[in-house]
């Protein structure tokens, strides 16, 4: 059985970090066309940096919590396929251990040179002044996130999980961001019988879930991961008879 787990900023939220759309989300007090989009980071590049710096910081104060650290374990346990795509850019998923793992929207502790390319961990806060380790040249680095407008990240790798996934779960995102926002359609119809559900306080009341778990993060996903490690068996193989 291959499972595919997508999850958003709300997995996030009981660790402290503050969603988008939700009431004093971060969308509420920034315009996505002045801090996430390459125009936003053309006309005022100091703006955007100062907006993924508080980001940044940030990371040192948080921790990840109860549902990072169940999916991180259903990872390690599970005998068949996994992969969780994440469309946050914090590091709560790697720090509670997990490996096989996708971030479509790119890493809040990356920057990337827009002379070489080059793309370099960077825990200190950034600004024009800040020089890449490869080519040597300043005011190229610009935060290593998918703005606007922008081709997220391992699609490829994405579409051929969805499309062999048995059991997708989406946690705590709003679905109003494709692609990711049509990953639960593409796994409902991969011809697999794929079971859908979705965890969020705010339901979606998006049709392609077969199931919505009401509830926050936190306390759902650690007993959907109990109740999925129940289940666990290895891939069917090649010598299933009786011994
Ligand atoms: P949103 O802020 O759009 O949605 C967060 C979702 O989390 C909402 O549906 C909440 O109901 C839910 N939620 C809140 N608290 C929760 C909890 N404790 N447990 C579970 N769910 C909870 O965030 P995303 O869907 O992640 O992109 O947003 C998608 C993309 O839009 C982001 O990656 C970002 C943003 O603009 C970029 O910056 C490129």
Partial sequence: MNIVILTGAGISAESGI??????????????????ASPNAFRQDPELVHRFYNLRRAQLHVVKPNEAHCALAELETAWLGGFL?????????HERAGSKKLVHMHGE??????????????????????????????????????????????????????????????????????????SFAAKAR?????????????????????????????????????????SQNSPPSSINSSPS
């Fill in 108 to 181: 809040i502790r990356k920057l990337r040179c827009q002379n070489c390319g080059t793309v370099s961990y960077h825990e200190a806060d950034a600004g024009l002044g800040t020089i890449c380790n490869m080519c040597m040249k300043a005011g190229k680095m610009r935060p290593d996130i998918v703005w606007f407008g922008e081709m997220p990240y391992q699609m490829d790798l994405c579409h051929e999980a969805l499309g062999t996934a048995d059991i997708f779960i989406a946690v705590g995102t709003s679905g109003q961001v494709y692609p990711a926002a």
């Fill in 189 to 229: 119809t991969n011809h697999r019988n794929c079971k859908t559900i979705e965890v969020n306080p705010v339901p979606t009341g998006s049709q392609d879930f077969s199931r919505s778990i009401a509830d926050r993060a936190t306390r759902a996903v650690p007993e959907l991961v109990k109740s999925l490690l």
């Fill in 84 to 92: 969780l795509i994440t469309q946050n850019v914090d590091d709560l």
């Fill in 18 to 35: 503050s969603t988008f759309r939700d009431a004093n989300g971060l969308w509420e007090h920034y315009r996505i066309e002045d801090v």
